[in-house]
T-cell receptor
Framework: DSGVTQTPKHLITATGQRVTLRCSPRSGDLSVYWYQQSLDQGLQFLIQYYNGEERAKGNILERFSAQQFPDLHSELNLSSLELGDSALYFC???????????????FGPGTRLTVT | GIQVEQSPPDLILQEGANSTLRCNFSDSVNNLQWFHQNPWGQLINLFYIPSGTKQNGRLSATTVATERYSLLYISSSQTTDSGVYFCAPRRYSGNTPLVFGKGTRLSVIA
């Protein structure tokens, strides 16, 4: 068990809909990352938050957004869903401080999204 | 951005065999992680290895950052080793995103 939790485990929805994926980082970790794993694109970084603020952006579509709350959990919102958004969405977290912590990322179990 | 190439893409082993998986990266990196994705999709941390060699049971890893590659050794493979192995370097220091290779799919048969 990595200590990172994600809900729900599975989500089936229709095209055009909006969903919210939730992630709780490991205790003490301030940084949360979202990654998408699809058959054609592999594992891609989407977005990172650090202590409530956006830190880095990757290949995230404009239809997608995220936020990190004061209790450090994060949510990824996916809207106007398309068939191609079907994928496994991972959340990861890493080190609580900038000094003396190796920044190793630990991944949650993922949310499998199926858009029909 | 940094390019990550893993080889071989697929590998089939008889139980008990040894193997070496390779990861090449196109630019200097601050650190590198190896993961095993099991058949249920879970990403399991194997090594966090910026340079040098680390060992954990039947697995070991070596990173030569100056030559831009890392190797994962699996000895006496078991069927539970099956899955996809990913190399993921990190370009910058601190809490920064990982860049994943496409992985090596390993099947260990009894």
């Amino acid at each position: 068990d990595s200590g990172v939790t994600q809900t729900p485990k599975h989500l089936i929805t229709a095209t055009g809909q909006r969903v919210t994926l939730r992630c709780s980082p490991r205790s003490g970790d301030l940084s949360v990352y979202w990654y998408q794993q699809s058959l054609d694109q592999g594992l891609q970084f989407l977005i990172q938050y650090y202590n409530g603020e956006e830190r880095a952006k990757g290949n995230i579509l404009e239809r997608f957004s995220a936020q990190q709350f004061p209790d450090l959990h994060s949510e990824l919102n996916l809207s106007s869903l398309e068939l191609g958004d079907s994928a496994l969405y991972f959340c990861a977290s890493s080190g609580g401080t900038e000094e003396g912590v190796p920044y190793e990322q630990y991944f949650g179990p993922g949310t499998r999204l199926t858009v029909t | 951005g940094i390019q990550v190439e893993q080889s071989p893409p697929d590998l089939i082993l008889q139980e008990g065999a040894n193997s070496t998986l390779r990861c090449n990266f196109s630019d200097s990196v601050n650190n590198l992680q190896w993961f095993h994705q099991n058949p249920w999709g879970q990403l399991i941390n194997l090594f966090y290895i910026p340079s040098g060699t680390k060992q954990n049971g039947r697995l070991s890893a070596t990173t030569v950052a100056t030559e831009r590659y890392s190797l994962l050794y699996i000895s006496s493979s078991q069927t539970t080793d099956s899955g996809v192995y990913f190399c993921a370097p990190r370009r910058y220091s601190g809490n920064t995103p990982l860049v994943f290779g496409k992985g090596t799919r390993l099947s260990v048969i009894a």
